[in-house]
């Protein structure tokens, strides 16, 4: 990736970037759907659809979340000429796993069984919003995002990153 020489690093951001780039696709009217922010319909009053607004507007700062922590590690490689150190690198890594692991978690959940969302008259229970392609797609890269992380973190651990590899 430019900026950083760490290839799987590299594919990390990418995968932090795309989550909203998706979900302009799907603001932009595309008959894939409306992603996991575009929930709200303009057939129904806001009263009506409590937990699509709330949790639409939840997934929205975590992909834009993702972004901003993409952004920081591409920021890192242009300010160390492409070789992001492990141990400056791995806390927005953990960082961002747990954003887009979270975000999956409420996308899913708000999908299949539905989640308590505030109203005006307290929390109510909403039922499962409808799934759309975009909105799966978004899904799929957030637990890539999450496997991508976690692969790297398992692979750089504090001072192994950084150290050249030694033969056995």
């Not at 997934?59 to 591409?74: D, E």
């Not at 992001?84 to 999908?111: D, E, H, K, W």
């Amino acid at each position: 990736m430019f900026g950083i020489r760490d290839p799987r690093l590299g594919a990390l951001v990418i995968t932090m970037f795309t989550p909203f780039a998706l979900q302009l696709l799907g603001w932009a009217g595309t008959p894939l759907g409306g992603g996991p922010c575009g929930a709200i319909g303009l057939d129904q009053l806001l009263l009506e659809q409590p937990q699509a607004f709330f949790y639409a507007q939840i997934m929205l700062w975590g992909i834009a979340l993702l972004m901003a922590t993409g952004f920081f590690i591409l920021m890192l490689g242009f300010m160390s000429n492409g070789s992001v150190s492990s141990s400056q690198a791995r806390p927005f890594v953990l960082l961002g796993l747990a954003i887009s692991s979270t975000t999956a978690l409420i996308y899913l959940l708000t999908r299949t069984t539905g989640l308590p969302a505030p109203s005006s008259i307290g929390w109510l229970m909403g039922g499962p919003e409808p799934l759309d392609i975009i909105g799966v797609l978004v899904l799929a890269v957030l637990v890539v995002n999450s496997f991508l992380a976690l692969q790297w973190l398992n692979k750089t651990k504090i001072g192994q990153g950084d150290a050249p590899a030694t033969p056995t």
